[in-house]
Structures are given as structure tokens and as C-alpha cells.
């Protein structure tokens, strides 16, 4: 049994390339591209299996890039399960614009799902039990399935004593956190598009992760703030973490290694501090390698006593 679980309904063959310049009508000639095994979950696998953490990746898979996924991360060693469907898994494609440094990120909406593949990947996904008893579903959702795809996936895991710990936007999160999770991770944008307030100051965002845990939606709410940190907030306290100045090289996969630094720290029965520490120094590893590469853990090593995590009481 694996310690923990991650569900992504919607996965993506990840595509990673470099241009010189991003421009209209000429070829784009492109340098070799980089192959990953992508979407929410799956990254936050591949991140707890770098870590040491028993754990297997569950999603949907279809087509020849559902094929191509699967055996990049048998090449990881992850261990994963995957339910047939009819549609072809998406690609996604990111390039990294060399004259200016910044990522272009294009992301298709991915295979729609039939009423009977979304509801047996449910079935699916609520068939296996973690060892630890953390169960992370993370990313969007692709064309078919409902909004409140998350939310059922939520009830069913409660009623079986497994704690869902869940990184979703827009319509998706807001029905689950209606059902209740047990840990949620919203990035600002998220949370503010959540309760349609600017959260400008720190105090509101605080005010704001705590009114989710005071009327039960989340048990534990994991804010990331991109450069300006996280804030973990549970009713036991609430902490603040300053990012840590490390070169950023590309963002994409700060999320999923912070959530991955995380559930690694609190499936070792580590405190809130801990958790927060380590979901810190995995996502500022992220930083630090190109595109989805995700984060290394020699260098989630060196970085973790850096983190400083202030209570703020
Ligand atoms: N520019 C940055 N400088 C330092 N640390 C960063 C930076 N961007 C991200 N991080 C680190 O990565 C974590 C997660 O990043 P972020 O808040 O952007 O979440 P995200 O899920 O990637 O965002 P989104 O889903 O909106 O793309 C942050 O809490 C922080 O620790
Ligand atoms: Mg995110």
C-alpha cells in the first residue's frame, strides 16, 4: 500500500522548448524539446517519490501521449495506475522565450470525459486506501466532468477516514470546499477569485484562510503567495514564511513541489511549522530548474534550514 495517493483527472504530457524570440507569422524554430509527465497531481507524485515518500500516481489516460506519460514516469520511478479512456491525454507546451527570459505557457483543455469515465474515475480513485491516510487530487478538470467533481470525491474520502488535501481553482474548489477538505492550497489569485475580495494586505489574507477553517471548508489552508511566501493557517495556529531569495530560473511547478514538500513533511507526522518549512524549500527548488523539471532534492536539503516560519500566533 502506497503511504499516499494523488488523483489527476486531467494529465498532461508536458512539452518543454526555447525559442529566441516569441513572435507572429515566421516559424518559431524551437530547440530540442524536454519530455515530462505532467498535471497537478502527477507533479506532486513525482516530487513525494524524490523525497523518499511511498506514493502512486492515479489519473485517466488515453492515446498515444497517454502512453508516452505513463513511461516517463516508470523512467522516474514513480509508481502509478491509470484508468483507460477513449479520448487522447493532452499535451501541454511551454517555451522559454531566450531574449527575455520569460515562459509562454499553452495549456489545451484535454480529453472530454464520458459521464461513465468521470464516474469511474471517482469509483477508481475512491477504490485505493493511503498508507498515511493523505489523499492529494490536484489540477483542473477536463470537459465533461461536473464542477462538483472534486466536492464528491471529498465526501466519499471523509466517509472512509481519508484526508483529502486539494490544489484546484475556480468553480471545482468552491464546490469542495462547500463538502469540506482536509487541507486546501489556494494561490492568492485563487483565493481572491474564491472570495471576490482583493486580500491586498496580509492581515485579510490571514482573516481569510482562517474564515475557511472557522466554517469547516478546510481543516488546514496552505496560501501561497508566490514571491511574497505562504501563510499556513489550521485552528491550532497560524504561521508565515517569507519566500526565500533563491534565483528563479522558471516558476512552473512551484505549486506542486510546495504541496509536495508539504504532505512529505505531514505523512512524517511533522508540525504545522515543519510542513510549511519544507512545502518552502521544495518550491523555492523549483525555482531554481528550468521548466517542469520540479524540484531536486539535493537542493530542497540545502535550502530548508533557510526558511524562516514566523507564528503569528
Ligand atoms: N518569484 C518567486 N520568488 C520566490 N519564491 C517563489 C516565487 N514564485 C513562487 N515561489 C514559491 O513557490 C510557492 C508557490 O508559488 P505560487 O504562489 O506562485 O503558487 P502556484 O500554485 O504556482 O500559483 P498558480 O497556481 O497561480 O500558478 C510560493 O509559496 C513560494 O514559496
Ligand atoms: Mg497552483
Known sequence: MADILTLTPNP????????????????????????????????????????????????????????????????????????????????????????????????????????????????????????????????????????DFYARLARRLAAAGVRLV?????????????????????????????TAQPLATMAQREAACRSLVERGSAGIVALSLGAEGALLVSAQG????????VQVVSTIGAGDSFVGGMVFAFARGEDFAAALRHGMAASAAALLSGGTALCQPEDVARLLPQVQVRSLG
Do not use: M
Open 166 to 194: 486539494l490544489d484546484t481553482s475556480g468553480p471545482p474548489l468552491a464546490a469542495a470546499l462547500d463538502a469540506g477538505v482536509h487541507l486546501v492550497k489556494p494561490s492568492l489569485r485563487e483565493l481572491q477569485e474564491l
Open 238 to 245: 497560524a504561521w508565515h514564511a517569507p519566500a526565500l531569495p
Open 12 to 147: 498532461a504530457l508536458d512539452v518543454f522548448t526555447s525559442t529566441a524570440r516569441v513572435q507572429p507569422t515566421h516559424k518559431l524554430r524551437c530547440g530540442a524539446p524536454l519530455l515530462h509527465p505532467g498535471g497537478g497531481g502527477i507533479n506532486v507524485a513525482r516530487v513525494l517519490a524524490r523525497l523518499g515518500t511511498g506514493v502512486r500516481a492515479l489519473f485517466p489516460s488515453g492515446g498515444v501521449a497517454g502512453q508516452q506519460l505513463c513511461g516517463l514516469l516508470e523512467a522516474e520511478g514513480v509508481a502509478y495506475e491509470t484508468l483507460p479512456i477513449a479520448g487522447s491525454t493532452r499535451e501541454s507546451f511551454s517555451v522559454r522565450e531566450e531574449a527575455s527570459g520569460q515562459e509562454y505557457r499553452f495549456v489545451l483543455p484535454g480529453p472530454t470525459l464520458s459521464d461513465a469515465e468521470w464516474q469511474a474515475s471517482l469509483d477508481f480513485a475512491c477504490l485505493h486506501r493511503p498508507g498515511a491516510r493523505l489523499f492529494v487530487a490536484s489540477g483542473s478538470l477536463p470537459p465533461g466532468v461536473p464542477d
